[in-house]
């Protein structure tokens, strides 16, 4: 088995008896850091980014990590996805982090949706949003420091084809085995990504959207030419698109949008992070090429 795990990553190809409880149960977290270009007032802004996967145990019914001993009933098991922007606006900077918690074992597919929440800080005020499911629902709370947002939940019907954009960052990675076959496309009832709404003070609404899995290509990054598959995402006339690395486990490698943003990897390292938190522990920063 070990030839064979080293063989697929020489070759870049994909490889479906990898165990995910194996790579992703050993105590660690993956982060992966970006070189991103982040529109904003109709300008393009550079930055950065670092997405954070881990797996770990929130309660079923308040959605909020388990720090406690807790039957294993009242458990759910996820995969949490800490997606952190940063960019800076003339004199002043964004910081924006929206987090995903699906569920490993979900019972509709492999890494349904339970709970999205996004902070968003800037100079002139907070953003906070929070969307979880459950009960064939989507119960949505946004407190925010501006007038037409400001505090205030909403209900969303949950369709059988409802799909988050935020929540495709995983399910595109395909941790368990194909959710599409190469080629094939999904129609999807999206509820867009969080951050891209309150970027533009719009009400949260669900959308006509269309994801397909396509071909296979070579991306040039600082660690070598790596084969990835494409993943493209269309939706209210725009379209965005992913390449997801062919071989397990399956890194988001870049992404291009139709409205000029774009991110390319830079690193990847598989830490403890939680842990990582002394002065000595910023050289790990400098292995992710971030400030």
Request: proline share 3%; hydrophobic share 40%; with cysteine.
């Given at each position: 088995m070990a030839a064979l795990v080293i063989a697929c990553m020489m070759w870049g190809v994909a490889y479906a008896d990898v165990d995910f409880y194996d790579h992703w149960a050993d105590g660690r977290a993956e982060l992966s850091s970006y070189d991103v270009i982040q529109p904003r007032y109709g300008q393009m802004r550079s930055g950065y980014g670092v997405m954070i996967f881990v797996t770990e145990d929130i309660n079923r019914q308040t959605h909020i990590k388990v720090e406690s001993e807790q039957p294993r009933e009242d458990r759910l098991y996820v995969l949490k996805l800490n997606n952190v922007l940063k960019f800076t606006t003339g004199i002043y900077?964004?910081?924006?982090?929206?987090?995903?918690?699906?569920?490993?074992?979900?019972?509709?597919?492999?890494?349904a949706l339970r709970k999205i929440s996004l902070s968003a800080q800037e100079w002139c005020g907070h953003v906070f949003e929070e969307v979880r499911v459950r009960e064939g629902r989507l119960y949505g709370y946004v407190n925010s420091y501006f007038e037409r947002e400001g505090s205030g939940d909403y209900r969303l019907e949950k369709p059988r084809a409802f799909a988050s954009e935020d929540g495709l960052l995983i399910r595109m990675r395909e941790l368990k085995g194909e959710w599409l076959a190469a080629g094939q496309s999904a129609e999807l009832d999206l509820l867009p990504a969080l951050w891209s709404r309150r970027a533009s003070h719009a009400e949260q609404v669900l959308v006509s959207a269309r994801v397909h899995k396509g071909q296979v290509e070579r991306v040039a990054l600082a660690e070598g030419r790596l084969a990835a598959r494409v993943?493209?995402?269309?939706?209210?006339?725009?379209?965005?698109?992913?390449?997801?690395?062919?071989?397990?486990?399956?890194?988001?490698?870049?992404?291009?949008?139709s409205d000029g943003g774009s991110g390319q990897l830079k690193a990847t390292i598989r830490v403890p992070y939680w842990s990582l938190n002394g002065n000595a522990d910023s050289t790990y920063r400098r292995e992710l090429g971030i400030p």
């Amino acid at each position: 088995m070990a030839a064979l795990v080293i063989a697929c990553m020489m070759w870049g190809v994909a490889y479906a008896d990898v165990d995910f409880y194996d790579h992703w149960a050993d105590g660690r977290a993956e982060l992966s850091s970006y070189d991103v270009i982040q529109p904003r007032y109709g300008q393009m802004r550079s930055g950065y980014g670092v997405m954070i996967f881990v797996t770990e145990d929130i309660n079923r019914q308040t959605h909020i990590k388990v720090e406690s001993e807790q039957p294993r009933e009242d458990r759910l098991y996820v995969l949490k996805l800490n997606n952190v922007l940063k960019f800076t606006t003339g004199i002043y900077d964004y910081s924006v982090m929206t987090s995903v918690f699906s569920e490993v074992e979900g019972e509709e597919h492999p890494f349904a949706l339970r709970k999205i929440s996004l902070s968003a800080q800037e100079w002139c005020g907070h953003v906070f949003e929070e969307v979880r499911v459950r009960e064939g629902r989507l119960y949505g709370y946004v407190n925010s420091y501006f007038e037409r947002e400001g505090s205030g939940d909403y209900r969303l019907e949950k369709p059988r084809a409802f799909a988050s954009e935020d929540g495709l960052l995983i399910r595109m990675r395909e941790l368990k085995g194909e959710w599409l076959a190469a080629g094939q496309s999904a129609e999807l009832d999206l509820l867009p990504a969080l951050w891209s709404r309150r970027a533009s003070h719009a009400e949260q609404v669900l959308v006509s959207a269309r994801v397909h899995k396509g071909q296979v290509e070579r991306v040039a990054l600082a660690e070598g030419r790596l084969a990835a598959r494409v993943w493209r995402l269309e939706m209210e006339g725009a379209w965005k698109q992913y390449w997801i690395e062919q071989a397990y486990p399956h890194r988001i490698l870049k992404w291009q949008h139709s409205d000029g943003g774009s991110g390319q990897l830079k690193a990847t390292i598989r830490v403890p992070y939680w842990s990582l938190n002394g002065n000595a522990d910023s050289t790990y920063r400098r292995e992710l090429g971030i400030p």
